[in-house]
Every structure is written in C-alpha cells, then in structure tokens.
C-alpha cells in the first residue's frame, strides 16, 4: 500500500503564494501518476493539476498559469506551486497517486483515475 502525506497548506492574502508538498512512502514505482485536487465545502473535488511518468501536465482551466505541478523522484514528492491566490482557490487539497501508470491517464483530471490519497491540507485565501 501506499501512503501520501501532504504538508505546506495555511493562510494567505490574495496574490500571495503558497508551495504544497506530498510525500509518497510504502512502495514506489517509476511510473506513478499524481495529482493534486481540491474540494471546498458542499462543492464536489476537483481535479487541480496532475503529472504523469513522463512528465507531461494536465492543469485545470481556472489555476491554468497560476499554479506548476512538479516532482521529485529521489525524495518521493510531488509539490504544487500556487501563485497570485484567488479567494475561489480556498479549498482542502489532496494529492492523489495511481501506482502502475505507465502510459499516462486518459481522465488525468479525474477522482476516478486514482487508487490512493492523502489526508489534505487546508489552503485558507483572505482579501
């Protein structure tokens, strides 16, 4: 089994920055897919930004340019860089991972397409 552990969520103004983290342990494997997603309250999660084994992206329309999804295989992480905040990005985000991916993901974007998750990290986005 996997296990993922996000860290680096808080409060920040809007325009601000913020840099999540997501360790991956248990078991490893070169062609994972990650991701990351976000849920606010009494809204469905949705998909946020993914990355797959060989490194292409996927980015949803609203954090398109905002927000760099990247990886670190030597130290099991995938981090989510998320500039110029929005009150609308407020959110509990979790990332997510699909272990055996080795051709990529047709739904990249998709709750469906991963088998494990981590607990979530809340980012807070104030006026």
């Known amino acids: 089994q996997l296990r993922l552990k996000e860290s680096g969520g808080g409060s920040v103004q809007a325009g601000g920055s913020l840099r999540l983290s997501c360790v991956v342990s248990g078991y490893t494997y070169s062609s994972n897919c990650l991701a990351w997603f976000r849920q606010a309250p009494e809204k469905e999660r949705e998909g946020v930004a993914s990355?797959?084994?060989?490194?292409?992206?996927t980015y949803s329309d609203s954090v398109k340019g905002r927000f760099t999804i990247s990886q670190d295989k030597e130290k099991n992480s995938v981090y989510l860089e998320m500039n110029d905040l929005k009150p609308e990005d407020t959110a509990m985000y979790y990332c997510?991972?699909?272990?055996?991916?080795?051709?990529?993901?047709?739904?990249?974007?998709?709750?469906?397409?991963?088998?494990?998750w981590g607990q979530g990290a809340q980012v807070t986005v104030s006026l």
């Open positions: 997510a991972a699909q272990w055996a991916c080795p051709d990529g993901l047709a739904s990249p974007l998709s709750v469906s397409s991963y088998n494990y």
């Open positions: 990355i797959d084994s060989h490194h292409e992206t």
